[in-house]
Protein backbone atom coordinates (compact mmCIF):
# COMPACT_ATOMS: atom_id res chain seq x y z
CA UNK A 1 0.00 0.00 0.00
CA UNK A 2 1.60 3.43 -0.94
CA UNK A 3 1.02 7.24 -1.34
CA UNK A 4 3.56 9.41 -2.81
CA UNK A 5 3.30 12.68 -3.69
CA UNK A 6 4.17 14.00 -6.99
CA UNK A 7 4.19 16.70 -9.17
CA UNK A 8 0.71 18.33 -10.90
CA UNK A 9 -0.93 16.93 -12.04
CA UNK A 10 -0.27 15.42 -8.95
CA UNK A 11 -0.22 11.35 -8.43
CA UNK A 12 -1.18 10.08 -5.35
CA UNK A 13 -1.53 5.99 -5.40
CA UNK A 14 -2.44 3.93 -2.77
CA UNK A 15 -1.88 4.12 0.71
CA UNK A 16 -0.86 1.86 3.58
CA UNK A 17 1.84 0.43 5.62
CA UNK A 18 4.71 -1.70 3.71
CA UNK A 19 7.52 -1.43 5.78
CA UNK A 20 10.90 -2.54 6.47
CA UNK A 21 12.39 -3.91 9.10
CA UNK A 22 15.56 -1.91 11.24
CA UNK A 23 16.90 -0.84 14.79
CA UNK A 24 15.17 1.55 16.70
CA UNK A 25 16.53 4.34 18.37
CA UNK A 26 15.04 7.30 20.00
CA UNK A 27 16.05 10.35 19.29
CA UNK A 28 15.93 14.22 21.00
CA UNK A 29 17.73 16.63 18.43
CA UNK A 30 17.12 20.22 17.18
CA UNK A 31 16.85 20.81 14.06
CA UNK A 32 18.49 23.85 11.69
CA UNK A 33 16.05 26.68 11.43
CA UNK A 34 15.19 28.70 7.77
CA UNK A 35 14.27 32.19 7.61
CA UNK A 36 11.11 32.58 9.26
CA UNK A 37 9.98 34.96 6.00
CA UNK A 38 11.16 32.02 3.56
CA UNK A 39 9.35 29.25 5.26
CA UNK A 40 5.82 31.57 5.43
CA UNK A 41 6.18 32.08 1.40
CA UNK A 42 6.16 28.45 1.12
CA UNK A 43 3.52 27.20 3.16
CA UNK A 44 1.11 30.20 0.93
CA UNK A 45 2.31 27.82 -1.94
CA UNK A 46 0.59 24.84 -0.51
CA UNK A 47 -2.75 25.53 -1.19
CA UNK A 48 -5.26 23.54 0.79
CA UNK A 49 -9.26 24.56 1.01
CA UNK A 50 -11.73 22.65 2.98
CA UNK A 51 -15.64 22.60 2.94
CA UNK A 52 -17.73 20.91 5.20
CA UNK A 53 -21.56 20.14 5.77
CA UNK A 54 -22.19 19.60 9.36
CA UNK A 55 -25.25 21.44 10.33
CA UNK A 56 -28.57 22.54 9.01
CA UNK A 57 -27.74 25.50 6.99
CA UNK A 58 -24.79 24.29 5.25
CA UNK A 59 -26.38 20.88 4.68
CA UNK A 60 -29.61 23.64 2.81
CA UNK A 61 -27.04 25.19 0.32
CA UNK A 62 -27.09 22.04 -1.50
CA UNK A 63 -30.26 20.42 -3.71
CA UNK A 64 -31.91 17.80 -2.01
CA UNK A 65 -34.16 14.95 -3.82
CA UNK A 66 -35.39 12.06 -1.30
CA UNK A 67 -33.76 13.63 1.09
CA UNK A 68 -34.34 15.84 3.91
CA UNK A 69 -32.34 18.09 6.57
CA UNK A 70 -33.41 17.40 9.82
CA UNK A 71 -33.53 19.84 12.98
CA UNK A 72 -30.77 18.86 14.73
CA UNK A 73 -28.39 19.41 11.20
CA UNK A 74 -28.46 15.89 9.58
CA UNK A 75 -29.15 14.87 6.01
CA UNK A 76 -31.50 11.88 6.56
CA UNK A 77 -33.24 9.45 4.03
CA UNK A 78 -36.81 10.60 3.29
CA UNK A 79 -38.37 8.84 0.06
CA UNK A 80 -36.81 7.30 -2.59
CA UNK A 81 -37.19 8.82 -6.01
CA UNK A 82 -35.75 5.55 -8.02
CA UNK A 83 -34.62 1.85 -6.90
CA UNK A 84 -31.07 0.66 -7.34
CA UNK A 85 -30.34 -3.26 -7.28
CA UNK A 86 -27.49 -4.50 -5.19
CA UNK A 87 -26.22 -8.20 -4.34
CA UNK A 88 -30.08 -9.55 -5.02
CA UNK A 89 -31.83 -6.67 -3.10
CA UNK A 90 -33.62 -3.58 -4.36
CA UNK A 91 -33.34 -0.39 -2.79
CA UNK A 92 -34.66 3.25 -2.39
CA UNK A 93 -32.75 5.55 -3.44
CA UNK A 94 -32.22 9.32 -1.91
CA UNK A 95 -29.31 11.87 -2.81
CA UNK A 96 -27.81 15.05 -1.91
CA UNK A 97 -25.95 17.43 -4.34
CA UNK A 98 -23.69 20.26 -3.10
CA UNK A 99 -23.52 23.35 -4.68
CA UNK A 100 -21.02 24.22 -6.94
CA UNK A 101 -17.87 24.80 -4.44
CA UNK A 102 -14.71 27.28 -6.09
CA UNK A 103 -11.62 26.91 -3.48
CA UNK A 104 -10.20 29.76 -5.20
CA UNK A 105 -7.72 28.20 -6.47
CA UNK A 106 -7.00 25.65 -9.66
CA UNK A 107 -6.99 22.31 -7.46
CA UNK A 108 -5.22 18.56 -8.89
CA UNK A 109 -6.58 16.61 -5.89
CA UNK A 110 -9.61 16.10 -3.99
CA UNK A 111 -10.80 14.11 -1.29
CA UNK A 112 -14.32 13.89 0.47
CA UNK A 113 -14.72 12.36 4.09
CA UNK A 114 -18.01 11.64 5.51
CA UNK A 115 -19.42 10.87 9.04
CA UNK A 116 -22.80 8.59 8.67
CA UNK A 117 -24.93 5.95 10.35
CA UNK A 118 -26.05 3.05 7.81
CA UNK A 119 -28.70 0.86 10.09
CA UNK A 120 -29.93 -2.40 8.70
CA UNK A 121 -28.64 -3.41 5.33
CA UNK A 122 -28.88 1.00 3.84
CA UNK A 123 -25.46 2.24 2.55
CA UNK A 124 -24.62 5.51 0.71
CA UNK A 125 -22.32 5.94 -1.95
CA UNK A 126 -20.49 9.35 -2.35
CA UNK A 127 -19.68 10.92 -6.24
CA UNK A 128 -18.26 13.78 -7.56
CA UNK A 129 -17.85 16.03 -10.41
CA UNK A 130 -15.40 19.17 -11.42
CA UNK A 131 -15.87 22.41 -13.51
CA UNK A 132 -12.57 24.04 -15.57
CA UNK A 133 -12.03 27.27 -15.46
CA UNK A 134 -13.43 27.73 -19.09
CA UNK A 135 -16.78 25.76 -17.96
CA UNK A 136 -16.21 22.43 -18.93
CA UNK A 137 -17.70 19.68 -16.77
CA UNK A 138 -16.93 16.19 -16.00
CA UNK A 139 -18.69 13.19 -15.90
CA UNK A 140 -20.29 12.18 -12.17
CA UNK A 141 -17.47 9.70 -10.70
CA UNK A 142 -17.59 7.39 -8.13
CA UNK A 143 -15.71 7.77 -4.77
CA UNK A 144 -16.92 4.85 -3.07
CA UNK A 145 -19.75 2.75 -1.47
CA UNK A 146 -19.70 2.40 2.08
CA UNK A 147 -21.80 1.12 4.77
CA UNK A 148 -20.57 0.82 8.33
CA UNK A 149 -20.96 -3.08 8.65
CA UNK A 150 -19.78 -5.67 5.83
CA UNK A 151 -22.83 -7.64 6.12
CA UNK A 152 -24.54 -6.69 3.03
CA UNK A 153 -22.40 -4.20 1.20
CA UNK A 154 -18.68 -4.68 1.00
CA UNK A 155 -17.02 -1.47 1.12
CA UNK A 156 -15.12 -0.35 -1.57
CA UNK A 157 -13.82 2.65 -3.20
CA UNK A 158 -14.40 3.70 -6.66
CA UNK A 159 -12.45 2.45 -9.87
CA UNK A 160 -9.83 4.55 -11.52
CA UNK A 161 -12.96 5.82 -14.30
CA UNK A 162 -10.73 7.75 -16.68
CA UNK A 163 -13.04 8.52 -18.85
CA UNK A 164 -12.65 12.89 -19.28
CA UNK A 165 -8.96 13.93 -17.55
CA UNK A 166 -9.75 13.21 -13.88
CA UNK A 167 -9.04 9.37 -12.46
CA UNK A 168 -9.29 8.25 -8.98
CA UNK A 169 -6.63 6.68 -7.07
CA UNK A 170 -8.33 4.48 -4.43
CA UNK A 171 -9.50 7.86 -2.16
CA UNK A 172 -8.03 10.32 -4.21
CA UNK A 173 -9.51 12.36 -7.03
CA UNK A 174 -6.76 13.52 -9.01
CA UNK A 175 -7.59 16.58 -12.12
CA UNK A 176 -4.93 18.52 -14.07
CA UNK A 177 -6.39 21.16 -12.66
CA UNK A 178 -10.01 22.13 -12.06
CA UNK A 179 -11.80 25.43 -11.08
CA UNK A 180 -14.64 23.79 -9.00
CA UNK A 181 -16.29 20.86 -7.88
CA UNK A 182 -19.81 19.57 -7.04
CA UNK A 183 -20.22 16.60 -4.62
CA UNK A 184 -23.34 13.86 -4.67
CA UNK A 185 -24.16 11.81 -2.10
CA UNK A 186 -26.64 8.75 -2.63
CA UNK A 187 -28.50 7.36 0.72
CA UNK A 188 -29.70 3.67 0.02
CA UNK A 189 -32.48 2.16 1.81
CA UNK A 190 -33.75 -1.82 1.76
CA UNK A 191 -36.90 -1.32 0.07
CA UNK A 192 -39.93 -2.60 2.53
CA UNK A 193 -37.55 -1.31 5.30
CA UNK A 194 -38.23 1.77 8.05
CA UNK A 195 -34.42 2.09 9.15
CA UNK A 196 -32.88 6.02 8.83
CA UNK A 197 -29.64 6.35 6.91
CA UNK A 198 -28.11 9.79 7.68
CA UNK A 199 -25.08 12.17 7.37
CA UNK A 200 -23.70 14.09 10.24
CA UNK A 201 -20.76 15.41 8.49
CA UNK A 202 -19.62 15.43 4.85
CA UNK A 203 -16.30 17.22 3.80
CA UNK A 204 -14.33 18.26 0.73
CA UNK A 205 -10.33 18.93 0.93
CA UNK A 206 -9.19 20.14 -2.44
CA UNK A 207 -5.28 20.66 -3.04
CA UNK A 208 -2.51 22.10 -5.11
CA UNK A 209 1.02 21.52 -3.61
CA UNK A 210 4.08 21.78 -5.16
CA UNK A 211 6.36 18.77 -5.17
CA UNK A 212 9.15 19.69 -2.37
CA UNK A 213 8.58 19.91 0.95
CA UNK A 214 10.67 23.47 1.30
CA UNK A 215 12.21 25.17 4.32
CA UNK A 216 11.85 23.21 7.66
CA UNK A 217 8.87 24.95 9.83
CA UNK A 218 9.64 27.16 12.58
CA UNK A 219 8.35 25.59 15.95
CA UNK A 220 4.85 26.85 16.98
CA UNK A 221 2.36 26.88 20.18
CA UNK A 222 3.09 23.04 21.26
CA UNK A 223 6.57 22.96 22.06
CA UNK A 224 6.71 21.02 25.14
CA UNK A 225 3.16 19.93 24.92
CA UNK A 226 2.53 16.30 25.29
CA UNK A 227 -0.64 14.42 24.84
CA UNK A 228 -1.06 11.07 26.88
CA UNK A 229 -2.33 9.00 24.04
CA UNK A 230 -2.44 5.43 24.80
CA UNK A 231 0.88 3.17 22.87
CA UNK A 232 -0.54 0.11 20.48
CA UNK A 233 1.72 -1.63 17.90
CA UNK A 234 0.73 -2.81 14.78
CA UNK A 235 3.26 -5.31 14.67
CA UNK A 236 1.57 -7.43 17.67
CA UNK A 237 -1.03 -8.43 14.84
CA UNK A 238 0.47 -9.85 12.50
CA UNK A 239 -0.80 -12.82 10.91
CA UNK A 240 -4.52 -11.81 12.13
CA UNK A 241 -7.35 -12.10 9.79
CA UNK A 242 -5.58 -12.29 6.92
CA UNK A 243 -9.74 -11.23 4.86
CA UNK A 244 -8.94 -7.92 6.20
CA UNK A 245 -5.28 -7.57 5.59
CA UNK A 246 -3.36 -9.57 7.82
CA UNK A 247 -2.23 -7.37 10.63
CA UNK A 248 1.28 -6.54 11.19
CA UNK A 249 2.85 -4.08 8.23
CA UNK A 250 -0.92 -3.60 6.77
CA UNK A 251 -2.52 -2.25 10.10
CA UNK A 252 -0.90 1.21 10.71
CA UNK A 253 -3.74 3.25 9.52
CA UNK A 254 -6.29 1.40 11.74
CA UNK A 255 -3.63 1.15 14.52
CA UNK A 256 -3.03 4.93 14.74
CA UNK A 257 -6.78 5.32 14.83
CA UNK A 258 -6.64 3.17 17.69
CA UNK A 259 -4.69 5.01 19.59
CA UNK A 260 -6.16 8.26 19.28
CA UNK A 261 -9.77 6.83 19.94
CA UNK A 262 -8.45 5.19 23.39
CA UNK A 263 -7.23 8.67 23.85
CA UNK A 264 -10.60 9.77 23.92
CA UNK A 265 -11.85 7.04 25.68
CA UNK A 266 -13.85 6.14 22.55
CA UNK A 267 -12.90 2.50 22.05
CA UNK A 268 -15.70 0.03 20.86
CA UNK A 269 -17.49 -1.86 22.86
CA UNK A 270 -16.19 -5.16 24.02
CA UNK A 271 -19.19 -6.76 22.60
CA UNK A 272 -18.37 -5.11 19.31
CA UNK A 273 -15.39 -7.39 19.15
CA UNK A 274 -16.49 -10.37 20.91
CA UNK A 275 -15.69 -12.34 17.57
CA UNK A 276 -11.77 -11.52 17.91
CA UNK A 277 -10.51 -14.92 19.63
CA UNK A 278 -9.61 -14.62 23.31
CA UNK A 279 -5.90 -13.82 23.21
CA UNK A 280 -5.33 -11.04 20.79
CA UNK A 281 -4.12 -8.19 22.12
CA UNK A 282 -6.00 -4.87 21.98
CA UNK A 283 -8.49 -6.51 19.56
CA UNK A 284 -10.09 -3.05 19.18
CA UNK A 285 -7.31 -2.27 16.59
CA UNK A 286 -8.67 -5.90 14.72
CA UNK A 287 -12.09 -4.13 14.80
CA UNK A 288 -11.12 -1.07 13.58
CA UNK A 289 -9.15 -3.11 10.56
CA UNK A 290 -12.17 -5.12 10.11
CA UNK A 291 -14.72 -1.57 9.81
CA UNK A 292 -12.25 0.08 7.39
CA UNK A 293 -10.89 -2.27 5.20
CA UNK A 294 -11.84 -1.47 1.44
CA UNK A 295 -12.58 -4.56 -0.27
CA UNK A 296 -11.75 -2.65 -3.64
CA UNK A 297 -8.01 -1.39 -2.58
CA UNK A 298 -7.72 -4.78 -0.25
CA UNK A 299 -6.30 -2.63 2.75
CA UNK A 300 -7.26 -0.93 5.52
CA UNK A 301 -5.48 2.39 4.21
CA UNK A 302 -8.05 4.18 2.78
CA UNK A 303 -8.28 7.24 4.29
CA UNK A 304 -12.09 8.68 4.33
CA UNK A 305 -12.79 4.74 5.36
CA UNK A 306 -10.43 4.92 8.27
CA UNK A 307 -12.04 8.49 9.14
CA UNK A 308 -15.60 7.39 8.73
CA UNK A 309 -15.03 4.68 11.24
CA UNK A 310 -13.96 6.79 13.79
CA UNK A 311 -16.48 9.57 13.63
CA UNK A 312 -18.73 7.02 14.39
CA UNK A 313 -16.74 6.39 17.67
CA UNK A 314 -15.75 10.05 18.52
CA UNK A 315 -18.07 12.28 17.09
CA UNK A 316 -16.24 14.14 14.33
CA UNK A 317 -13.19 13.08 12.23
CA UNK A 318 -12.22 14.03 8.51
CA UNK A 319 -9.58 13.83 6.15
CA UNK A 320 -7.62 17.19 5.52
CA UNK A 321 -4.12 18.36 4.38
CA UNK A 322 -2.03 20.48 6.82
CA UNK A 323 0.20 23.19 5.24
CA UNK A 324 3.11 22.13 7.62
CA UNK A 325 3.93 20.76 11.55
CA UNK A 326 2.77 24.58 12.88
CA UNK A 327 -0.60 23.65 11.94
CA UNK A 328 -0.94 20.06 13.37
CA UNK A 329 1.25 22.64 16.65
CA UNK A 330 -2.44 23.98 16.78
CA UNK A 331 -4.19 20.92 17.17
CA UNK A 332 -2.04 19.14 19.80
CA UNK A 333 -2.17 22.45 21.66
CA UNK A 334 -6.30 22.24 21.54
CA UNK A 335 -6.15 18.07 22.95
CA UNK A 336 -6.17 17.02 19.49
CA UNK A 337 -3.92 14.73 18.13
CA UNK A 338 -3.50 14.17 14.00
CA UNK A 339 -2.56 11.07 12.66
CA UNK A 340 -0.09 11.70 9.40
CA UNK A 341 0.41 9.67 6.47
CA UNK A 342 4.47 9.94 5.95
CA UNK A 343 6.96 7.87 3.46
CA UNK A 344 11.17 7.32 3.60
CA UNK A 345 13.63 5.53 2.59
CA UNK A 346 16.38 4.64 4.69
CA UNK A 347 18.37 7.11 6.50
CA UNK A 348 15.45 9.37 6.07
CA UNK A 349 13.76 9.06 9.68
CA UNK A 350 16.21 8.52 12.57
CA UNK A 351 14.65 6.78 15.32
CA UNK A 352 12.06 4.91 13.53
CA UNK A 353 11.23 1.00 13.82
CA UNK A 354 11.81 0.22 10.61
CA UNK A 355 14.43 1.73 7.46
CA UNK A 356 12.20 2.35 4.88
CA UNK A 357 8.38 2.79 4.41
CA UNK A 358 6.58 3.43 0.94
CA UNK A 359 3.61 4.22 2.99
CA UNK A 360 2.78 4.93 6.56
CA UNK A 361 0.83 6.68 9.39
CA UNK A 362 1.73 7.50 12.74
CA UNK A 363 0.30 9.80 15.42
CA UNK A 364 1.64 13.29 16.59
CA UNK A 365 1.36 13.43 20.29
CA UNK A 366 3.49 16.08 21.27
CA UNK A 367 6.58 18.20 20.71
CA UNK A 368 9.97 18.90 22.62
CA UNK A 369 10.96 22.12 24.01
CA UNK A 370 13.14 22.62 20.63
CA UNK A 371 10.37 21.95 18.62
CA UNK A 372 10.81 18.31 17.53
CA UNK A 373 8.52 16.21 17.09
CA UNK A 374 6.62 13.44 19.41
CA UNK A 375 4.74 10.30 17.70
CA UNK A 376 3.53 7.38 18.92
CA UNK A 377 4.74 4.97 15.95
CA UNK A 378 2.79 1.82 15.51
CA UNK A 379 5.82 0.10 13.60
CA UNK A 380 7.13 -0.40 16.99
CA UNK A 381 7.78 -4.31 18.03
CA UNK A 382 5.76 -3.34 21.33
CA UNK A 383 3.73 -1.27 23.01
CA UNK A 384 6.25 -0.18 25.31
CA UNK A 385 8.43 0.61 22.36
CA UNK A 386 6.14 3.00 20.47
CA UNK A 387 6.77 5.97 22.02
CA UNK A 388 9.22 8.09 19.58
CA UNK A 389 10.97 11.49 19.17
CA UNK A 390 11.47 12.24 15.00
CA UNK A 391 13.37 15.29 14.20
CA UNK A 392 11.44 18.09 13.00
CA UNK A 393 13.04 18.27 9.53
CA UNK A 394 12.64 14.72 8.52
CA UNK A 395 9.24 14.21 9.72
CA UNK A 396 8.12 16.83 7.70
CA UNK A 397 9.87 16.22 5.23
CA UNK A 398 8.63 12.73 5.12
CA UNK A 399 5.08 13.55 5.64
CA UNK A 400 4.83 16.95 2.93
CA UNK A 401 6.29 15.30 0.39
CA UNK A 402 5.12 11.92 0.52
CA UNK A 403 1.29 12.53 0.89
CA UNK A 404 0.75 16.49 0.70
CA UNK A 405 0.45 16.67 4.38
CA UNK A 406 -2.39 14.40 4.99
CA UNK A 407 -3.64 14.44 8.06
CA UNK A 408 -6.91 12.62 10.16
CA UNK A 409 -8.72 14.86 12.55
CA UNK A 410 -10.24 12.97 14.77
CA UNK A 411 -12.12 14.46 18.00
CA UNK A 412 -14.73 14.95 20.43
CA UNK A 413 -17.12 16.83 22.08
CA UNK A 414 -14.89 17.91 24.60
CA UNK A 415 -12.04 18.99 22.63
CA UNK A 416 -13.69 21.42 19.36
CA UNK A 417 -11.64 22.04 16.72
CA UNK A 418 -9.33 25.01 16.99
CA UNK A 419 -9.73 28.12 15.10
CA UNK A 420 -8.26 27.36 11.66
CA UNK A 421 -4.79 28.87 10.55
CA UNK A 422 -6.13 29.03 6.88
CA UNK A 423 -9.45 27.09 6.25
CA UNK A 424 -7.85 23.39 6.20
CA UNK A 425 -10.51 22.46 8.90
Not at 212 to 233: D, K, M
Request: with cysteine; charged share 20%.
Amino acid sequence: MVRRHLPAPVVLALAGCLVAGGVAVSLDRSVDRPDEGVAAAAVSDRKVDLERYDAAGQWRTGKVRGTRVTADGELAFDRGFRTTRLAGRTYDTARWTSPWVAPGFSYTELVASWSARTPGSSWIELRVRGRSAAGKVTSWDSLARWAAKDGVLRRASGGAQTDDGTTLATDTWRTAGLASYQLRVEVHRQRGKRAVPRLDLATVMTSALPRTAGPTSQPGVARGVELAVPRYSQMIHTGHFPQWGGGGEAWCSPTSTSMVLGYYRRLPSAASYAWVPRGHADPWVDAAARATYDYAYRGTGNWPFTTAYAARQAGKAFVTRLRDLREAEVLVKAGIPPVLSIAFQRGQLSGAPISSSKGHLLVVVGFTSKGDVIVNDPAAPTNATVRRVYQRAQLEKAWLEASGGTAYVIHDAAHPLPKAPAGNW
